[in-house]
């Protein structure tokens, strides 16, 4: 590759500013706080780092748990998004359906539906599995039903002129061309179910981030309440990030495209 | 294994085609008639919105005529389309992004099957050759020019040897110097493809270079108002250009587009189609 020193020296400047403006408003705040300007509710940034090094293990057993719930929502939601979204592309009849049943269960607040699932379905984490796969179906349906369609007039014409069959017609132009979409959706999807997730341990959960977050809030512990929102972040970001590696890694011809919807 | 034609002839017999708009419909088509004798090269010309890509789009079964019959070989276009005869080269590129410029070159093969006999494939690398494309063989599309896409395209059409390749616009998004080199090159590579070449343009200069015969039409009907036969020798050169015979075909060509009396003005008036 022509010119990969230049780049990676754009890579390290396009890293750099960033992390040195964290770095300067981290120390900022310390300094304010140790001079006593800031209010009892914001806390040093040494004092929610020491949280961590104090207990550990309150990391681990609360950050594994939600991070598991969110990961297998997102793939439930996954299966029965690009499911829904297929059918509702091939069958016409079942496009409004599908999606109006889609943008319905997108308008419900998530919240509302805790009590509900949790009566159905009882208290344990189930509850949450499934409203973070609630929380997340959305983008990822937008996503198939667009990127289904995303292939022009003249490419399907070429298909035909090919002859290829209707199989054929999935493989070698349907599928691909929707891959970035389907990653689009993705993409918009992974902090979703996290966020989904945590909402949903906030309405009763022995373990997770919320039910750290809420039983902090409860004991005024302000450093631990700082600490699970941070982690909360950190875990929807990876989401992304993970998505996106994953994208870099499949779709090679530098087509990113955006969900219009 | 079965004996396979060499190439087949396009026949078009009294074909009309009428698109049914809101309350009103358009004939696109009527009554349209033409022959491209087996192995030779003809070119339809004639102002936007006269029908030329519709007739190619009959040819190639990607539309149906709603009377009158297409033949190519004696067969229909949908038989021949299954045979996978035909090469059809759109204006615009249409390569798929996510494939590289030799998976673009053989995706008609996949669809075939890689060890069909249906067909007898050319082999990629002589076609790569054969284009200007060595070296770019594993690029992807948008790493490419215009023109360079084109040529991915054309060489796609040519992969399974078709018997019949139909050309809609290919050049007409690429600039001029490109667009000559191109049409000396397309002369070239079907040259020695043997198979029977139509092709749609709106340029004068192009059709009669390019071309044994000039189909010139009209628009609204659309409509074949004559055939210019082109009597140059073969293989063409660009110096033929300025030859009496080609300045003969030019004027014949801008009699049927234009009428006979208009065309002593046609000089100075703005035209609907561009010449070289």
């Given at each position: ?261 | 294994?079965?004996?396979r034609r060499v190439s087949r002839d396009i026949q078009v017999q009294d074909v009309t085609m009428v698109y049914h708009g809101r309350g009103d419909s358009v004939i696109a088509l009527e009554r349209v008639d033409m022959h491209v004798p087996t192995g030779q090269f003809a070119s339809i010309i004639g102002p936007s919105g006269c029908g030329k890509s519709t007739l190619l789009r009959l040819i ?217």
């Open positions: 590759m022509p010119g990969s020193g230049p780049s990676i020296r754009r890579r390290l400047a396009a890293v750099a500013r960033p992390t040195i403006t964290l770095v300067v408003l981290l120390a900022g705040l310390e300094l304010l706080k140790r001079g006593g300007l800031l209010p009892v509710f914001v806390p040093a940034p040494s004092q929610v780092f020491n949280e961590i090094v104090k207990s550990p293990r309150l990391v681990t057993a609360n950050l594994g748990p939600t991070a598991f719930k969110a990961t297998l929502g997102f793939f439930i939601a996954m299966g029965i998004a690009v499911s829904a979204g297929s059918l509702a592309v091939l069958l016409r009849a079942l496009y409004a359906p599908i999606y109006n049943l889609s943008v319905t269960l997108n308008s419900i607040p998530i919240i509302a539906t805790a009590p509900l699932l949790a009566l159905w379905l009882g208290t344990g984490p189930q509850v949450q599995i499934v409203i973070a796969t609630l929380a997340c179906q959305f983008s990822m349906l937008v996503g198939t039903v667009q990127g289904l369609q995303a292939t022009d007039a003249r490419q399907r014409e070429l298909m035909h002129v090919l002859s290829a069959s209707p199989f054929q017609m999935l493989r070698y132009l349907l599928i691909p061309s929707a891959v970035p979409y389907l990653f689009a959706g993705f993409k918009i999807a992974a902090p979703a179910a996290v966020l989904g997730a945590v909402t949903a341990e906030w309405a009763g959960a022995e373990r997770g981030l919320g039910a750290m977050m809420l039983y902090a809030l409860f004991s005024y512990d302000t450093p631990k309440v700082w600490l699970s929102v941070l982690l909360t972040c950190l875990l929807a970001a990876g989401g992304y990030g993970v998505v996106a590696l994953v994208e870099k890694l499949v779709v090679r011809h530098g087509r990113e495209v955006k969900l219009a919807d | 294994m079965l004996e190639a079964d990607i539309l149906q005529p709603h009377s009158g019959q297409v033949t190519l070989g004696g067969d229909t276009p949908r038989a021949a389309r299954h045979d996978h005869a035909l090469g059809f080269v759109f204006q615009s590129p249409t390569l798929l992004p996510w494939r590289t410029v030799r998976q673009n070159i053989e995706l008609p093969l996949d669809v075939v099957g890689r060890n069909s006999t249906r067909r007898s494939a050319r082999s990629t690398d002589e076609l790569i050759e054969l284009v200007g494309l060595k070296g770019f063989e594993d690029a992807l599309p948008h790493q490419l020019s215009g023109g360079m896409q084109q040529r991915v395209a054309i060489a796609r059409a040519l992969v399974l040897t078709p018997d019949v390749l139909l050309l809609d616009e290919p050049f007409g998004a690429l600039d001029e110097i490109t667009r000559q080199r191109m049409n000396l090159e397309m002369l070239r590579i079907w040259a020695e493809s043997e198979t029977t070449a139509l092709l749609v343009t709106h340029s004068i200069g192009e059709a009669i270079f390019m071309s044994d015969h000039v189909y010139v039409m009209s628009a609204r009907p659309g409509r074949i108002v004559s055939v210019v036969d082109v009597p140059l020798p073969r293989p063409r050169t660009l110096d033929m250009m300025r030859s009496h015979v080609f300045f003969d075909c030019v004027n014949r060509v801008r009699d049927g587009l234009f009428g006979m009396e208009e065309s002593a003005s046609a000089a100075s008036r703005p035209q609907p189609v561009e010449a070289y």
